[in-house]
């Protein structure tokens, strides 16, 4: 194992014991939160599938979420269990992205952009008009929490690590399915698909599949988003979501494996943690009267009013600075230490 | 960009009082459609000068600008302020908006913004004009006002008659400085040399450097432009909607849709797209119910999204190997 590996498998440790440990120190709503990032995550690891992978612009990943999280709702406020509405979610949205392909396959970029666009507008008028099936915009209401082999996951913490588990599966698989041959032929889609075609890739299943399997990751994204938040109607589910999922695609760094967890971090904790600033010092103690010299607490409260235009001004600078997301500047800068690393340790020959 | 669904806030036809009565003979229906058209093509005529300027940066910078209604939501701002604060009369006070969005929002935007992101593709700065978006609206509802603050209107009440039809000043003012400034910007893009210079900046940017053509000067004249027709547009359309920090909202979406509806890279396409949305907007608020009436523009995008993804006025864009 080389250095740099076991580098990121102890961060990983890390990171997973700290996402297990973190709900026992907060409140409901902080865990709630959490448990909204790791449902959003799931989503964006859809979206950067079909965009960051292969190529293929999406704007309708958020209706992808709306149609799980409707199934979901409708199936378990009717009694049956969450596992039934799981798999026909996914089944669902893995087969309308299947459909949703056929245009990427006469048209490219921002074109695409439109149909996928279309169908993101049609699918929230189906949401808000139909009402004899979603209830329209009063929503539907009272979705139970589920429960495995007996264990409710009912709580929020329990629930919270019901969501942590299928975002393990989910990334998982994904983690598998990036190295495996289809993973590469979603790459050679992205680069060049005229090249892809003429090595023998077949362009045309993968653009299908690379849209089914993003639209399938956002109806599991949904199917566990309605219980979590025990009540839907359609707004979360308007364009604005399919946005946002992008922001997070490209902030975190489309065609990164770790871009839609970074950008999920910014997306939905980051807005949080702006506008909880100001209580930083009360949490830091004595550590808060060292920095308080370097920023005062005046400004940490002022961040907290403002915390919106913050969030702004940082993705734009963020981007401004890095426009291949977070994840693309650590790459960049690994690779440029590398390069350095090399061009110095060959140096000495050339002086000697 | 955000409000898919809550649809247009108190529109033209809504001042207007434009609702036709159902029991009215013939002839006050003649009058209700001409009522109708008129503030139709009002509104299209302000969505028309903002898809323009979307078209415009698209085509000479491929820049999709999710902050374009927020291009047409500050201006009023900085109106205000020149004349609440430093006491400028309207008209003035129009003129000091316009040369302030051309310094912010036409220069400020290309050099710190687009400049820096130009190289790395359309999506990034797709992004970034979207964090800007909520920058502008969350900044003026911070630091300005989060309530709809009252805007001078561009001219008394009066009703005029027109084939028997009363038809508000303002509306008419509305189209014809509308109409205006779009004939202007024509007559500039195809007589002049500096507007034939843009086409061809826009159609061919490779081509155009070769044969001399200063194409940084001319991709920043389109954002220029596209301050002024946004500025105007905020001129016209706030004394409507008095001058709030969200009505970008539902303006930016509708230019985008017209902007698609009309064909993307067609400043023709954007007027006719603008137009048809903001006719067709108004007789779904006057004969559908409030429900189905948000849904029209979206219905319309569809439609022509499915048969003719190029929009009506587009060009087909060739994909390169």
């Known amino acids: 194992m080389s250095a740099r590996s076991a580098f990121g498998a102890v961060a990983a440790l890390l990171v997973a014991a700290g996402l297990i440990l973190a709900p026992l120190g907060l409140k409901p709503y902080g865990i709630y939160i959490l448990s909204l990032w790791a449902v959003t995550t799931i989503a964006a690891i859809g979206l950067n599938l079909t965009l960051g992978y292969a190529g293929q612009v999406s704007l309708a990943q958020g209706a992808f979420v709306g149609i799980g999280a409707y199934i979901a709702a409708l199936l378990t406020a009717k009694g049956w269990p969450l596992g039934v509405a799981y798999i026909l979610a996914g089944v669902s949205c893995f087969g309308i992205g299947w459909l949703l392909g056929y245009p990427a396959l006469r048209v490219q970029h921002h074109y695409l952009a439109f149909v996928t666009l279309a169908f993101a507008t049609l699918a929230y008028l189906i949401f808000r008009n139909e009402e004899w099936i979603t209830g329209g915009i009063y929503g539907i209401s009272n979705i139970p929490r589920p429960s495995l082999f007996g264990y409710s996951f009912g709580r929020p913490r329990d629930f919270y690590y019901f969501c942590l588990g299928n975002l393990a599966l989910v990334s998982l698989a994904t983690w598998w399915l990036i190295r495996s041959p289809w993973g590469r032929a979603f790459v050679a889609l992205r680069e060049n698909p005229v090249r892809a075609l003429s090595l023998g890739v077949d362009t045309r299943r993968y653009t299908l599949m690379a849209f089914a399997l993003g639209a399938g990751l956002g109806g599991v994204s949904g199917v566990l988003y309605a219980p979590l938040v025990q009540y839907i109607d359609p707004t979360p589910f308007a364009l604005l979501l399919s946005l946002n999922l992008l922001l997070m695609v490209i902030v975190g760094g489309s065609g990164y494996f770790l871009g839609p967890f970074v950008g999920a971090v910014v997306a939905v904790l980051l807005p949080e943690w702006l506008q909880a600033a100001d209580k930083l010092y009360d949490a830091l103690g004595p550590v808060a009267d060292v920095l308080s010299m370097v920023l005062p607490p005046s400004a940490l409260k002022y961040v907290a009013k403002h915390y919106l235009v913050a969030y702004a001004v940082f993705v734009m600078v963020l981007l401004v600075f890095s426009p291949s997301g977070i994840i693309g500047f650590i790459e960049k800068r690994i690779a440029a230490r590398k390069a350095l690393r090399t061009a110095l340790a060959a140096q000495p020959k050339v002086a000697s | ?321």
């Open chain 2, 1 to 321: 960009m955000q409000a898919v669904s809550s649809g247009c806030p108190a529109g033209v036809h809504h001042r207007a009082g434009l609702r036709p009565d159902p029991l009215a003979g013939h002839d006050a229906l003649m009058a209700d459609f001409i009522q109708l058209l008129v503030a139709g093509l009002a509104t299209g005529g302000i969505y028309a000068l903002v898809a323009i300027g979307f078209t415009l940066l698209w085509q000479t910078s491929q820049t999709i600008n999710f902050a374009q209604g927020e291009f047409v939501m500050l201006p009023a701002f900085f109106m205000l302020v020149a004349m609440n604060w430093i006491g400028v009369p309207f008209w003035g006070a129009v003129v000091i908006g316009i040369l302030i969005s051309v310094v912010v929002l036409g220069a400020a935007f290309k050099k710190l913004l687009v400049d820096p992101m130009l190289r790395h593709g359309v999506l990034p700065l797709a992004i970034a004009t979207m964090a800007l978006a909520l920058f502008m609206k969350e900044a003026v509802k911070d630091f300005y006002s989060a309530e709809a603050q009252p805007f001078p209107p561009l001219a008394a009440a009066i009703n005029v008659n027109i084939f028997g039809a009363a038809v508000a000043l303002q509306s008419l003012i509305v189209v014809a400085i509308a109409v205006g400034a779009v004939v202007a910007l024509q007559l500039f893009l195809t007589r002049t040399q500096t507007g034939r210079r843009m086409q061809a900046t826009a159609q061919n940017p490779v081509v155009a450097r070769i044969l001399g053509i200063p194409v940084e000067r001319m991709i920043l004249l389109a954002f220029v432009i596209n301050a002024v027709l946004a500025a105007l547009a905020s001129a016209l359309v706030t004394p409507i909607y008095l001058a709030k920090f969200s009505n970008g909202e539902y303006l930016g979406m509708a230019a985008f849709i017209a902007a698609i509806v009309g064909g993307f890279n067609q400043v023709r396409g954007a007027i006719v797209g603008g137009l048809l949305l903001g006719v067709v907007d108004n007789f779904a608020a006057a004969y559908l119910s409030a429900q189905y009436r948000a849904a029209i523009p979206l219905v319309l995008l569809i439609v022509v999204i499915l048969f003719r993804p190029q929009g009506l006025f587009g060009r087909v864009e060739e994909r390169t190997v």
